[in-house]
């Protein structure tokens, strides 16, 4: 009962450094997510998938890349990394085409960008 | 979505009822209420999600008033393991419905004492 699954869950990088964030769900959903936490906050979304092929951006999408190539995995790319990526990233997914389908999160991944 | 305020922390004695209250008074006809917890260090976890009829699950009951501006998460019997932030969160799909992503504020902190 894996649900939502996120790699790595940690990771240190130094800025300018290029790195991808993996999220693999196995709930067979249309809809993925990326979000992303900083101290205090509520979640904000990155970018968002409503089917394998399809991205989209969300409300903070500008330093980031996504990609879908599978329906179960949603991939997050940083390019350049900068300190201010420096956060904690979340991954979620829904069954989508209804606005009543709960949105279900992975664990996080805790990226430190020196 | 519609805004929605919530008391940023609230103490609650450990096996009695947790009511969290939230205000939505701009919600329209066709969003529904959402509650999600965030244990430290983890990924949000769903809770409930009500239209306009009271709705209650193993989890929790959500009272969502008559005139919809306002809603009640009540945890019947708190344990230490209930302390979390809790975000009520207003929603509705956009076309073709369950896109976009959720807004987040800041919720309410609820400590279980014991």
């Known amino acids: 009962n894996a649900g939502v699954t996120q790699t790595p869950k940690f990771r240190v990088l130094k800025t300018g450094q290029s790195m991808t964030l993996l999220c693999a769900q196995d709930?067979?959903?249309?809809?993925m997510y990326w979000y992303r936490q900083d101290p205090g906050m509520g979640l904000r979304l990155i970018h968002y998938?409503?089917?394998?092929?399809?991205?989209a951006k969300g409300e903070v999408p500008d330093g980031y890349n996504v990609s879908r190539l599978k329906k179960q995995n949603f991939l997050l790319g940083l390019e350049s990394a900068a300190p201010s990526q420096t956060s904690v990233y979340f991954c979620?997914?829904?069954?989508?085409?209804?606005?009543?389908?709960?949105?279900?999160f992975g664990d996080g991944t805790r990226l430190s960008i020196l | 979505d519609a805004k929605t305020t919530q008391p940023t922390s609230m103490d609650c004695a450990e096996g009695r009822a947790a009511n969290l209250p939230c205000n939505h008074s701009?919600?329209?006809?066709?969003?529904?209420v959402y509650w999600y917890r965030q244990i430290h260090s983890q990924g949000p976890q769903y809770i409930i999600h009500?239209?306009?009829n009271n709705e209650t699950n193993e989890m929790a009951s959500l009272i969502i008033t008559e005139d919809r501006k306002s809603s009640t998460l009540i945890l019947p019997h708190a344990t230490l393991r209930d302390t979390a932030v809790y975000y009520c969160?207003?929603?509705?799909?956009?076309?073709?419905?369950?896109?976009?992503?959720?807004?987040f504020g800041k919720g309410t902190h609820l400590i279980i004492q014991p």
């Open positions: 979620a997914s829904t069954a989508g085409h209804y606005s009543n389908q709960p949105q279900h």
């Open positions: 709930m067979n959903h249309e809809y």
């Open positions: 998938s409503v089917g394998e092929g399809t991205t």
């Open positions: 701009t919600i329209s006809g066709n969003e529904y």
């Open positions: 009500g239209l306009k």
């Open positions: 969160i207003v929603r509705v799909g956009i076309s073709g419905g369950g896109a976009d992503g959720l807004t």
